[in-house]
């Protein structure tokens, strides 16, 4: 048995077929040549990546940002999945910024934690469930003071100082 690819690589090599009993064209019609039909086959549609607004704070920054407001509320500690999706929207009404799709936002919040996916056993309704929790750490020393989302980027954005060194 022929796979598919064989058989169409088969029937393509093959001569095209001529008409066993050629119609002459009827007196109103032009004469029309005889024309292989192909039948025409539309391309699937690639998947477009969504693009970001200009000017639209990349899902790092949102994932930096959701940090910063965790830490500087008090909410450190193990936090569920879900309830941290809950802060998140909270965090872009209160700054004004539209919220990105949470999955964007997890994957980068995951990799300034330390790339772990840690889950903790949770009782809900006499049920069971194994969810996902993220662990936010503590604020660094000294930096516990909320920002408000424009001092929050000024500090984000700036640049670290050129430190010259003198040639031996």
Known sequence: MLSRIA???RRRAAPPREPSSPTPPAASEP??????VVPVVQATPRRRRR?????ALP???HAQRLLHWCQTSGSTGEILAADLAE???HQCAWDLVEPLPWQAVAVELRRLLGGRKDYRWVERDGTRHRLRVYRIPPPPRGDSTFLELGAWLAREMAQ???Q???AA
């Open 59 to 61: 899902p790092e920054l």
């Open 31 to 36: 004469p029309v040549a005889d024309v292989a």
């Open 51 to 55: 693009r970001r607004e200009p000017g």
């Open 87 to 89: 802060i998140y929207l």
């Open 164 to 166: 010259l060194r003198r």
């Open 7 to 9: 058989q169409w690589l």
């Open 160 to 162: 670290e100082p050129v």
